[in-house]
């Protein structure tokens, strides 16, 4: 069986190559690397942009954000709920975000319905006021928190009170290089025959370049064929507000010391395949970093993993990442000390190597591919989380602001869903998708629909109508040949499917025998009854219980009339037996089933057996149906005691692990129907509770605290997946609801009377 990928559709946030700065990279590394190690996954990037700058993006950036434009992180959160990704990727620094302290990423992640994933740049152990409010509001509002260092993950539980559980460890990605020799790549840059010095990343003046320049002079005495290479254009922000003045005062600064010849400066922003280059061609690399509270350095992890011998000062994440000699610490701001410790590793070689292969070995966890799966299954651990958690969304009611009572009965989106022809199949949110066609599976659902509304009292022009245009499609289905019925048509009504004794067989003889029982209609009636007798004897070759199932929920109906039909008397027979057969072979110990595996509409097989049982007063058949579906009732209640129907991810083996998610509209009707109908035949309440409990489950007494139904459209959302609804408002779902309304409705009108007379329910 193919693996689920749990995670399919990743949202990315944050600034974006070419955009110059670390972030950006960052960001653009991350999405590229989790799409080669998961080619089925879908990237959508949502760039913040510099207003004053313009980015050749590429295809996979869908949405820029104007980073100082409040409404714009609205908007994006908009399109994202729009385009149904599964996680949001965000990446944290202050700088990068628009308002105060980088307010405004939280207006898009309050208005987000996907989990977020929040990766921390930079973490503050004296952060201001508002700097602190931020953080915390980004940490309440994020499914999961990634940093790259155990000090990151010990600020955030020591200062910010977050639990480590909330917390991964995810080092800085590497590239995957070569272990090498630096003469390898020393040609490309005339740089052959000399010991090369390297730093690189944006100029700054807080990168502390100044200190490494004043350590050259004594350097170059002892190794004057040394060279220091400076990678990187100034950084942008500061081009703006001075140009490139601290550039020039490097180069007059090395000019001042006499080392100007031995100091290299590249002013460009490399991309990776030339960065790696440089990186390859230096004996030791440097970071005279001079704040101490870097908590994340993309270019000291770049070094470090492809095996280079580094000398750094002491910020956080060098602090930690160096230690036990994998590398050289240095004070900040000394240049002394740089020089003493560079001219002792250049001067032993051994050294050098030893240091080179503790940071190689080490890296090898950290290359992209890794970080890439390690990122992937924290994204899955937060759509889990946010799948144990309750919560609210907009525009959707808590718990205690709804009602016991039943929703009011709306047709609205079902009639939106049905054209001349038949009931269409899918929708888009609540637009019929007419390029996906229709079925007969739902348009004998809506033809069995139209007889519960009818019996209901709701006789209506409109239902009659309804009930008319399914039972043609139904009728065009049937294959006089074969007597059965074809499925699937497409939108210029050709069906696509061959004849097959499937679902689609069983469901319309489902609709058929209540047409026929119960309908008042009697043309409709007397069409019903002729093409149920011609059809359904054609059930018996097939193999699946649910097919012999709804087959039998036809022939209870097609009974309230007709009963009498020999031929019909001798199917119920046949497939109750069946039903029993299958029962008996496959029922033990504590899994009291018709077949090693739950699937789907499940409860429709001892829905089937209660009935008949009933009408063919058959004990053992009412017996064996009440047992299996009080153990699936069982089977299907969470901990907390809501509904909680088995997954279609992968449904339910016997001994194995039930699916969860995604839960089907269709299971909470099949569960409503069966309980109804022993409720109807026992009289005992604990199936009217159960039949109640399902119910519950469309308006949200769920694993999410998520309403299915719609009470806007009339329409009911496609399923509950691990941390959200499907939005899409399709036939099925729809016709699940309404179906389970009326099922609800009807049986809770029979109970009225009898609980002040004394008098037994009457049976369905």
């Known amino acids: 069986m193919m693996q689920f990928l749990e995670v399919r559709k990743i949202a990315f946030v944050g600034s974006y190559f070419p955009r110059r700065c670390g972030i950006a990279t960052f960001t653009h590394d991350l999405a590229r690397s989790i799409a080669a190690r998961h080619p089925g996954t879908e990237r959508v990037v949502i760039p913040v942009t510099d207003p004053e700058q313009q980015y050749d993006y590429g295809p996979e950036a869908r949405f820029e954000v104007d980073e100082q434009s409040r409404d714009a992180y609205r908007r994006a959160a ?373 007889v519960l509304l009818e019996n209901s009292g709701l006789d209506s022009t409109e239902v009659r109508r309804l009930a008319s245009t399914y039972a043609a499609f139904v009728n065009h289905a049937f294959d006089a040949e074969t007597r059965r019925f074809r499925n699937f048509m497409s939108l210029d009504h050709r069906w696509i499917d061959p004849s097959r004794p499937d679902d689609a067989h069983g469901r319309a003889l489902r609709a058929l025998g209540a047409v026929a029982g119960r309908s008042r209609q009697l043309g409709l009636r007397r069409w019903a009854a002729r093409l149920f007798a011609e059809a359904s004897s054609i059930v018996l070759e097939s193999e699946h219980p649910r ?38 072979l496959n029922a033990s110990g504590d899994w009291r089933w018709f077949s090693e595996r739950l699937t789907y509409d499940n409860a429709v097989l001892p829905h089937a057996l209660v009935l008949s049982g009933g009408m063919g007063e058959d004990p053992r058949a009412i017996a064996v149906g009440l047992e299996s579906l009080r153990w699936l009732c069982q089977v299907q209640q969470s901990e907390a005691g809501r509904f909680r129907p088995i997954g279609s991810n992968g449904f339910c083996v016997r001994g194995g692990k039930r699916a969860q998610f995604d839960q089907q509209p269709l299971e909470a009707q099949a569960t409503v129907a069966a309980c109804a109908a022993a409720c109807a035949t026992t009289s005992d309440p604990f199936w009217l509770v159960e039949a109640r409990r399902a119910f519950d489950w469309f308006l949200g007494r769920n694993d999410l605290d998520l309403e299915l139904y719609d009470p806007t459209t009339g329409g009911c959302r496609d399923g509950l997946a691990m941390d959200r609804t499907n939005e899409n408002q399709g036939a099925e779902s729809t016709l699940a609801f309404l179906l389970s309304l009326s099922e609800l409705t009807q049986l809770e009108a029979s109970l009225v009377e009898p609980r002040h007379t004394g008098e037994r329910p009457p049976r369905s």
């Open 78 to 450: 908009d399109f994202l709920n729009l385009t149904r990704v599964d996680v949001v990727s965000l990446q944290h620094e202050f700088g990068i975000y628009g308002g105060p302290a980088g307010s405004y990423v939280a207006t898009l992640l309050r208005e987000l319905d996907a989990p977020v994933v929040t990766t921390l740049h930079t973490i503050l152990d004296d952060p201001s006021p508002q700097q602190d409010r931020v953080l915390r509001e980004i940490i309440s509002l994020s499914a999961r928190l990634v940093v790259m260092s155990a000090r990151g993950q010990a600020l955030l539980t020591d200062l910010y009170d977050v639990p480590e559980a909330k917390v991964d460890v995810i080092p800085h990605g590497v590239p995957d290089m070569p272990f090498a020799d630096s003469t390898f790549y020393k040609d490309q840059y005339g740089v052959e025959g000399k010991q090369v010095l390297l730093t690189f990343g944006l100029l700054a003046p807080n990168k502390g370049i100044e200190s490494v320049l004043r350590a050259l002079p004594p350097l170059v005495r002892d190794f004057p064929d040394l060279v220091y290479v400076v990678v990187g254009a100034t950084h942008p922000n500061l081009v703006r507000e001075q140009g490139e003045a601290y550039r020039l005062s490097l180069i007059r600064l090395a000019e001042d010391l006499g080392v100007r010849k031995h100091v290299v400066f590249f002013d460009r922003f490399v991309e990776l395949d030339e960065l790696l280059c440089f990186i390859g061609a230096a004996d030791i690399f440097i970071t005279p970093y001079l704040n101490p509270k870097q908590i994340t350095s993309g270019v000291l992890a770049y070094a470090f993993g492809c095996g280079k011998p580094v000398i750094s000062t002491p910020y956080w994440h060098a602090e930690e990442l160096l230690a036990d000699e994998r590398g050289v610490l240095v004070p900040f701001g000394d240049s002394g000390a740089i020089a003493a410790e560079t001219a002792a590793l250049l001067r032993d070689e051994a050294r050098r190597n030893r240091m080179r292969k503790r940071a190689y070995l080490l890296s090898r966890e950290s290359v992209w591919s890794n970080a890439a799966q390690r990122y992937v299954e924290t994204f899955a651990a937060a759509r889990r989380g946010r799948a144990g958690s309750s919560r609210g969304v907009l525009g959707v009611k808590t718990l205690d602001q709804r009602s016991d009572q039943l929703p009011r009965l709306r047709l609205d989106h079902l009639m939106r869903m049905t054209d001349g022809v038949g009931l269409f199949q899918h929708a888009a949110f609540v637009v019929p998708r007419r390029d996906e066609g229709y079925c007969t599976d739902d348009n004998a659902r809506a033809l069995l629909l139209t």
């Open 547 to 584: 097919d012999w199932a709804f087959a039998l929920l036809g022939v209870h109906d097609y009974f309230r009339r007709l009963q009498g039909d020999s031929a019909v008397e001798r199917l119920r027979t046949e497939l109750t037996n069946r039903l029993l057969t299958q029962f008996d």
